[in-house]
């Protein structure tokens, strides 16, 4: 699913619960620049999934017509079955990844990432009969699964022998080149990207 029907989507989802929604509030709640989603709302318009109506003399209600709770519905179906997938596919790639380490002796493993990826990662560590030796973040919660999050810094000193970036696409690119400057390029697993 590319990034447009998944705003398209996210749009499409806030204009059907929320009847008092605005594009100010959308742009705000789903971190895409107000002239952006103007753009969107207009297109959503245009293709017949909106109907924008005025409700005062500066205020415009939308809602979904017919067509576009249609579209919705499919578009729905759309990203279930990429993250199905998605999921699926990150399971293998890791697994592959990490059955010959396991066979080599590598047991210590860590995680860095606390999102979704991060619970795959664990998953797949725990399929294979291990636990995670830490998790490392830059920012984000205490804890993660029961384990203290640990700061990114302390990995020059940890005893690993991989770390698993649980991030997927060009966000997991992103943070093993962040990962490249404290530990050494072998001890590092990307899981992205996944393409369908």
Avoid: C, W
């Amino acid at each position: 699913m590319d990034q447009t029907s998944q705003r398209e989507l996210r749009i499409l989802s806030e204009i059907a619960e929320r009847p008092d929604v605005t594009q100010r509030s959308m742009s705000r709640d789903l971190g895409i620049a107000l002239g952006l989603m103007n753009l969107y709302v207009k297109r959503l318009i245009v293709k017949g999934y909106v109907k924008a109506t005025s409700v005062h003399p500066n205020r415009v209600r939308y809602l979904l017509t017919p067509h576009g709770i249609g579209e919705k519905s499919r578009l729905t179906y759309e990203f279930m079955s990429f993250s199905l997938f998605l999921y699926a596919e990150t399971r293998k790639k890791l697994r592959a990844e990490l059955e010959p380490l396991v066979a080599g002796e590598h047991r210590a493993f860590a995680i860095y990432g606390t999102g979704e990826a991060a619970e795959l990662a664990y998953l797949t560590l725990k399929e294979l009969s291990l636990e995670p030796v830490a998790v490392y973040a830059e920012t984000g919660p205490a804890t993660f699964l029961g384990m203290p999050v640990r700061p990114t810094a302390e990995l020059a000193d940890a005893r690993v022998d991989r770390v698993i970036v649980a991030a997927f696409d060009m966000a997991a690119e992103r943070e093993a080149k962040r990962l490249r400057g404290i530990i050494p390029d072998e001890k590092i697993i990307v899981l992205g990207p996944i393409q369908k």
